[in-house]
């Protein structure tokens, strides 16, 4: 949207502003590229903690938790209980570089990642199922049965 604003001493022109999410990141990214007017001349992302991002969602029987893990495999992945905690964890392998090779940038985050979370005292944790394709762990962890208190007569004595 577009709007030109006239007067006798200027003209103006206003554009609706569609500001992104904020990510510090991001933004010194931004602030180097204009410095160096060229992504070519930043230095190599050397990141070595990174963690995969996380959907957990819940219905009635259970809660499913997926997290983005491109470029491993299940065999790199760990998935561990530990009391009432969850802990998904692994490690991306730093990409060997041969002799000729040159990168101009690199964004992919290598080394180890750990995330954690507190499991509630609704889960089965006998009944815990995980999947690997595509990049994508899906682990399904199943609540314990509503089990209903049944009523019972007591005779007096």
Known sequence: MKIKI????SI????KWTPRPMNISNDFDDMFRTLFHSD??????TKTNWK???DIKESDNLFQIKADI????????????????????????????IKNDHYHYRERPVGKFNRSFNLPESINKDKIHASFKNGILSIELEKHEEIVP???EISIS
């Open 6 to 9: 006239t007067n006798k001493e």
């Open 12 to 15: 103006m022109t206003l554009v």
């Open 40 to 45: 070519w001349k930043n230095p190599l992302n």
């Open 52 to 54: 995969p991002e996380i």
């Open 70 to 97: 491109p470029g491993l495999t299940k065999k790199d992945i760990k998935i561990s209980i530990k009391g009432d905690q969850l802990t998904i964890s692994g490690e991306r392998k730093k990409i060997i570089d």
């Open 150 to 152: 049944k009523e019972m």
